[in-house]
T-cell receptor
Framework: GAGVSQSPSNKVTEKGKDVELRCDPI?????LYWYRQRLGQGLEFLIY????????KSGLPSDRFSAERTGGSVSTLTIQRTQQEDSAVYLC????????????FGQGTRLTVV | QQQVKQSPQSLIVQKGGISIINCAYE??????FPWYQQFPGKGPALLIA?????SEKKEGRFTISFNKSAKQFSLHIMDSQPGDSATYFC????????????FGKGTKLSVKP
C-alpha cells in the first residue's frame, strides 16, 4: 500500500479481554514504531523495531503489553487482560533506515475498554 | 524521564501572528530533530526537520531554529492561519539507540480568525 495501514481502526473490548492490533508498514521500511496516545495527550513511546536488531521494548508499560514483527514487515501489538486505563489511540509508524528518517504514521487504532 | 520537553502545552494566536513552540533536550546522542503536525482523528505527519549541524531551516512559513549549545530548538510559524490549528509535536532521534524517535508532549495551537 501507499502508506502505513493499521487495523482495526476502532476496537471496543471488555475489561479483562485480550486484544491484537495490527500494523502494515510501508514496503521497504526497516524501522517500525508503536506509540500510545491518550485523549488530548502526547505520543507515548511503546516499542521500536529496527531491521533484525533486538527491539527496544523500554516503553512497554507492563508485562501485559507485547509486540512482535514477523518477517521484518507486519507487526502486532498485543494487550492482555485489558484495563480501562489502556483506552487510547495506538499509533504505528515506519521509516527507512539511514539519514532520511522521516517516520510515516498510520491513522491509528482507537481502543476503548469498557 | 522526559527526554524532550515541549512548551507551551497550548497556544492561541491571532490570524497573521507568529506562533512559537519550544523544545529542549538533554541527550547529546540525539542527531535529528523533526516537527510533526497532527489534525484531530489523524496520525501525525512530518512538517519540517533539522540536523544539529545547522542553526536554522526554513520551509515556507515554517522555520526551525536550533541552538546546539543550549540543547534547544523551536518552531516558528509566520503569518499563522486558521488552517494551521493543530497539535504540534517536536521529536528527537536517538542516534545512540539505532534511531528511536522520542516525542515531546505536544502543543495545541489555535489560530483565531
Amino acid at each position: 500500500g501507499a502508506g502505513v495501514s493499521q487495523s482495526p481502526s476502532n476496537k471496543v473490548t471488555e475489561k479483562g479481554k485480550d486484544v491484537e492490533l495490527r500494523c502494515d508498514p510501508i514496503s521497504g521500511h526497516t524501522a517500525l514504531y508503536w506509540y500510545r496516545q491518550r485523549l488530548g495527550q502526547g505520543l507515548e513511546f511503546l516499542i521500536y523495531f529496527q531491521g533484525n536488531s533486538a527491539p527496544d521494548k523500554s516503553g512497554l508499560p507492563s508485562d501485559r503489553f507485547s509486540a512482535e514483527r514477523t518477517g521484518g514487515s507486519v507487526s502486532t501489538l498485543t494487550i492482555q487482560r485489558t484495563q480501562q486505563e489502556d483506552s487510547a489511540v495506538y499509533l504505528c509508524a515506519s521509516s527507512r533506515q539511514g539519514l532520511n528518517t522521516e517516520a510515516f504514521f498510520g491513522q491509528g487504532t482507537r481502543l476503548t475498554v469498557v | 524521564q522526559q527526554q524532550v520537553k515541549q512548551s507551551p502545552q497550548s497556544l492561541i494566536v491571532q490570524k497573521g501572528g507568529i506562533s512559537i513552540i519550544n523544545c529542549a533536550y538533554e541527550n547529546t546522542a540525539f542527531d535529528y530533530f523533526p516537527w510533526y503536525q497532527q489534525f484531530p482523528g489523524k496520525g501525525p505527519a512530518l512538517l519540517i526537520a533539522i540536523r544539529p549541524d545547522v542553526s536554522e531551516k526554513k520551509e515556507g512559513r515554517f522555520t526551525i531554529s536550533f541552538n546546539k549549545s543550549a540543547k534547544q530548538f523551536s518552531l516558528h510559524i509566520m503569518d499563522s492561519q486558521p488552517g494551521d490549528s493543530a497539535t504540534y509535536f517536536c521529536a528527537a532521534r536517538d542516534g545512540g539507540s539505532q534511531g528511536n524517535l522520542i516525542f515531546g508532549k505536544g502543543t495545541k495551537l489555535s489560530v483565531k480568525p
